[in-house]
C-alpha cells in the first residue's frame, strides 16, 4: 500500500515540477511548445548517462561519468537549457504560434527518431537500463523504502523549484513575460527585448523539464523512448489547461487531478471482470474528456491566474477618484480640469 | 532641431514598397497629423518609425539619433514610443501592470510617473486593479496612450488611436494628446477622422497611394478640396 501511495506521491510532485516548466514557456510567454517532452526526454538520458558508470556492459551511451545524486540531476537540467539554446536559436526568432508550434513538434519528431536509432548516444530503442537508485547506498534503502524516501526528496525539490519560480514569475521577468504572451509586437515597441525573453522562459522551463524528467529515470530505473512519445507533451498541457495556464498553484492542482488520479491511480485499480486489460487503456479516454470539459466550461482552469495588485505607488489607494476634487492641481505643468472636461 | 525627422522613407511588406519617399518631420510641443485614404499607407509609415518595419531606403532620426537600422525594441530608449491602433494594450494583466511594462525603459523606479499618470487619467486610476481587458475601449485606448507616455517620450507615434470609439471619448483622447504635446514631447497622429484631425493638429500630411501627397499647417489644409485629394488629384488642379 505504501509503495502504491508514495508512488503517486512521486508522480504527483515530478510533473508539478513538469508543469511549472511548461507554464513559464506557455502560461506565461505564450511559447506552444509542443515539443516539451524532448527536453523532458533530454534532462532524464543525461541524468542518467552522467549518473550511470562508463563501464555496464550490454548498454551503449555516451559519457558514463558515474555523478552522485544530485549533481547528476542538475547536469539534465543544464543539457536541457542548452537543448533550448539551440532550439530557440532555430525557432523563436522568425516563427511565433501555431507555425512555431508546428516547427516544434517536427523538431520533437526529430530528436525521438534520432535517439531510437542512434544507438551509441542512448542505446537506442532500449533505452538506459540499470540506471543507479540514488541514495539507496547511503542511507541503506531497500526498493519499497526507496520508493517512499524518493518520493519526499521529489516533493522537497518541487517545493524549492515552486519557491524559485514564484520569485520569477512576480519579479519584473515574470511581467515582461506575460506582456509579451499578450502582444509581443507592442511589448517589443515598449523596448522589451522579445527574443531575450522568449529565450530566458524556454531556458527556464527547459530546466524544470531537465530536472523532471532526471527525476523520473532514477526513480523508474530505466527511460527509453517509448516513455517519451510526442503525444505525452499533451499531456503536461492537460495538466496545465485543467489547473490553469499562468499560475504555479494550479499546477499542482492539475498535476494532482491529471496524472495522480485520472492516469496513475486506475492503473493500481482491480481489473473489470471481463475485460482484462481495460483499464490500462482508460487514463487517456479520461484525460481527453476532462480536457475537453475543461475546455469548454471553465478555459482559465480550476486555479485562473490571478491579477497581479501590485504595491501601492504613492497614489491613495481609494476605489474612486472625482476628477472635481483634482480641480486646481497642476498636473505636470496643465490644469486637471482642462483635461478632465471632456470626460464629464 | 525636430523631434522625428524621416529622409525619403521607403517601406513595406516583403519586397513591396508601401510608402515611397516619405519625409516628415515632427517639431515639440506640436501635434503632426497623418490623414488618408483607407491603404494609403499611414500605418506602414508609424510601424516603420517604431522599428516593426524595416526601411528599405530612406533615414528616420529622433532627434540628432538616427533610428534607421536600431532594433525595434532599442527605439524606446531613444525617445520614441509608440501606441498602436486597437488591441493595444495587454488585457490579462491588471491597469497598473500595464504601466510598469510601460516604464521598462526608464530606470527610476516607476511609482511617481504612476502617480501622475493616474492624476492625469482618473478614469485608470479607478480602475487600477482591473484586467485591462474588462475597460471599455476608450479606456484601453487611454491606458496605451498613459503607459506609453511612462518612458517620458519625445516622440509619441499614436496609430489611430479614437477608432471605434464614441464622440465624446474622441473628443477625451483628442484633448490628451493635445495636452500631451505640450509637455516637452511631439506628437505624431495616424488618424481617419478628418475633422478631428484638422482641429486639433499643428501640421497635417495626406498621404494617398503611399505617398505625402500633400502636407501643410492644418489651417491651410482645411482650405483644400480635401475629397479630391483623398480621391488622387493634386493641389495645383484645386479650384482657385
Known amino acids: 500500500m505504501l509503495y502504491y501511495v508514495f ?338 | 532641431m525636430p523631434a522625428l525627422r524621416t529622409e525619403a522613407v521607403t517601406a513595406g511588406y516583403g519586397r513591396s514598397p508601401i510608402i515611397h519617399d516619405i519625409s516628415v518631420t515632427a517639431e515639440l510641443r506640436s501635434v503632426t497629423t497623418i490623414i488618408g485614404p483607407n491603404g494609403a499607407g499611414k500605418s506602414t509609415f508609424a510601424k516603420t518609425l517604431v522599428g516593426i518595419l524595416k526601411p528599405m531606403s530612406g533615414r528616420i532620426f529622433v532627434g540628432d539619433t538616427e533610428t534607421t537600422k536600431l532594433p525595434g525594441h532599442e527605439i524606446p530608449r531613444r525617445g520614441l514610443v509608440y501606441v498602436p491602433q486597437n488591441d493595444n494594450v495587454f488585457k490579462r494583466m491588471s491597469v497598473r501592470e500595464n504601466l510598469e511594462v510601460g516604464g521598462f525603459v526608464s530606470k527610476a523606479d516607476p511609482s511617481e510617473r504612476i502617480d501622475e499618470l493616474f492624476q492625469i487619467f482618473p478614469d485608470l486610476a479607478k480602475a487600477k486593479d482591473k484586467k485591462a481587458g474588462f475597460l471599455s475601449g476608450g479606456q484601453q485606448n487611454l491606458l496605451a496612450i498613459a503607459r506609453a507616455l511612462m518612458a517620458k517620450p519625445t516622440v509619441i507615434v499614436l496609430d489611430e488611436p479614437t477608432a471605434g470609439l464614441s464622440p465624446a471619448y474622441t473628443s477625451v483622447v483628442w484633448e490628451q494628446i493635445e495636452r500631451i504635446s505640450q509637455l516637452d514631447t511631439a506628437a505624431l497622429v495616424v488618424e481617419q477622422n478628418v475633422e478631428r484631425a484638422l482641429k486639433h493638429s499643428n501640421y497635417v500630411h495626406i498621404f494617398v497611394a503611399g505617398r505625402s501627397h500633400v502636407h501643410g499647417p492644418a489651417e491651410e489644409i482645411a482650405a483644400l478640396d480635401l475629397p479630391s485629394i483623398f480621391l488622387g488629384r493634386s493641389v495645383a488642379d484645386q479650384p482657385a
Open chain 1, 7 to 344: 508512488t503517486l506521491v512521486f508522480f504527483l510532485f515530478d510533473y508539478f515540477i513538469l508543469a511549472m516548466g511548461l507554464n513559464i514557456q506557455y502560461g506565461a510567454t505564450g511559447i506552444l511548445n509542443f515539443a516539451y517532452i524532448g527536453f523532458v526526454a533530454v534532462g532524464a538520458y543525461m541524468t542518467g548517462v552522467a549518473g550511470m558508470p562508463s563501464n555496464i556492459t550490454g548498454q551503449h551511451y555516451i559519457l558514463g561519468l558515474g555523478l552522485p545524486f544530485p549533481l547528476n540531476t542538475l547536469f539534465g537540467g543544464l543539457s536541457a537549457m542548452a537543448m533550448a539554446v539551440i532550439v530557440a536559436l532555430i525557432t523563436l526568432r522568425r516563427l511565433r504560434t501555431d507555425y512555431l508550434a508546428i516547427v516544434l513538434i517536427s523538431l520533437s519528431l526529430v530528436l525521438y527518431d534520432f535517439c531510437n536509432n542512434f544507438v551509441p548516444l542512448f542505446n537506442g530503442a532500449d533505452g538506459l537500463y540499470n540506471v543507479p537508485a540514488p541514495l539507496t547506498k547511503a542511507l541503506g534503502l531497500n526498493v519499497n523504502s526507496f520508493i517512499v524516501v524518493f518520493a519526499c526528496v521529489t516533493g522537497v525539490v518541487a517545493l524549492i523549484l515552486w519557491f524559485v519560480m514564484a520569485r520569477v514569475t512576480n519579479a519584473p521577468l515574470g511581467r515582461s513575460l506575460r506582456a509579451i504572451r499578450d502582444d509581443s509586437t507592442v511589448a517589443g515597441a515598449l523596448g522589451k527585448d522579445v527574443f531575450r525573453m522568449q529565450l530566458k522562459s524556454m531556458l527556464i522551463g527547459s530546466f524544470y523539464a531537465g530536472i523532471g524528467g532526471g527525476l523520473l529515470i532514477q526513480f523508474g530505473g530505466s527511460f527509453n523512448p517509448t516513455a517519451w512519445l510526442p503525444g505525452e507533451t499533451f499531456v503536461v498541457f492537460a495538466v496545465l489547461i485543467v489547473g490553469g495556464a499562468g499560475n504555479n498553484i494550479g499546477m499542482f492542482v492539475g498535476a494532482l487531478l491529471v496524472e495522480t488520479l485520472l492516469i496513475h491511480l486506475p492503473a493500481f485499480l482491480p481489473e473489470i471482470p471481463g475485460h482484462p486489460g481495460l483499464i490500462e487503456y482508460i487514463d487517456s479516454a479520461l484525460v481527453g474528456i476532462v480536457l475537453m470539459v475543461m475546455l469548454w466550461t471553465r478555459p482559465q482552469g480550476i486555479v485562473p491566474e490571478r491579477v497581479r495588485r501590485a504595491v501601492t505607488f504613492g497614489v491613495p489607494d481609494r476605489p474612486e477618484i472625482d476628477a472635481r476634487e483634482l480641480g486646481s492641481a497642476e498636473v505636470l505643468g496643465a490644469p486637471v480640469a482642462a483635461a478632465t472636461e471632456g470626460a464629464k
